[in-house]
């Protein structure tokens, strides 16, 4: 599995566009980007994912760089209850999926 | 629909006894992943069980740690002769796995293991 790194932390202000943004250099060509978060005390939940086009939903977008090797994740009007740690992950289409999470970024949103 | 559960929510247990912990994916997921999660820590993958193909243990920090599941369906995660170290979110995940971007990975509320 390719490996993503995330800054640690990050604030953003209530009612601002978050974004959240997450290195996969090494990604392959089958190889998706999922994002999860996870609030406090609750199991991760699924955002969003994509593979090379930017993508969109009701709870964010993603916007992947046309060379793959990075994205951003994009809330765009942070409320305080998103508040939680967001994790960037790489994720193979199909077959053998065990993946690696990391420690994610912690977004503060702050009032 | 129902969505993955586990049992129980929190398990308070003794040094040296031996703990099961239980999950219910999704019906018709095939894949199911047991995680750890450390007080602040990200999670730490355990094991991961993909139909009928053999699990992939490589995640199990030691030979305490044991997980089956039966028929394809529910998933027991075994601790045996708990350690305090051993104290941790125990999360769940099952997901379809069927190509073509559809990998999600669904959690449930975890295992909450507190040894004593």
């Known amino acids: 599995d390719a490996k993503t790194t995330q800054p640690t932390s990050m604030d953003c202000a209530e009612g601002r566009a978050a974004n959240l943004p997450c290195n996969h250099s090494?990604?392959?060509?089958?190889?998706?980007v999922y994002w999860y978060r996870q609030i406090h005390s609750q199991g991760p939940q699924y955002i969003i994912h994509?593979?090379?086009n930017n993508e969109t939903n009701e709870m964010a977008s993603l916007i992947i760089t046309e060379d793959r090797k990075s994205s951003t994740l994009i809330l765009p009007h942070a409320t305080l209850r998103d508040t939680a740690v967001y994790y960037c992950?790489?994720?193979?289409?199909?077959?053998?999926?065990?993946?690696?999470f990391g420690t994610g970024t912690k977004l503060q949103v702050i009032p | 629909g129902a969505g993955v559960s586990q049992s129980p929510s929190n398990k308070v247990t003794e040094k040296g006894k031996d703990v099961e912990l239980r999950c219910d994916p999704i019906?018709?997921?095939?894949?199911l992943y047991w995680y750890r999660q450390s007080l602040g820590q990200g999670l730490e993958f355990l094991i991961y069980?993909?139909?009928?193909?053999?699990?992939?243990k490589s995640g199990l920090p030691s030979d305490r740690f044991s997980a089956e599941r039966t028929g394809g369906s529910v998933s027991t995660l075994t601790i045996q002769r708990t350690q305090q170290e051993d104290s941790a979110v125990y999360l769940c995940?099952?997901?379809?796995?069927?190509?073509?971007?559809?990998?999600?990975?669904?959690f449930g509320p975890g295992t909450r293991l507190l040894v004593l």
């Open positions: 995940a099952s997901s379809p796995q069927r190509g073509r971007g559809q990998e999600t990975q669904y």
């Open positions: 090494t990604i392959s060509g089958n190889e998706y």
């Open positions: 994509g593979l090379k």
């Open positions: 992950i790489v994720s193979l289409s199909g077959g053998y999926q065990k993946v690696t």
């Open positions: 019906s018709g997921h095939t894949a």
């Open positions: 069980f993909q139909g009928n193909s053999a699990p992939d």
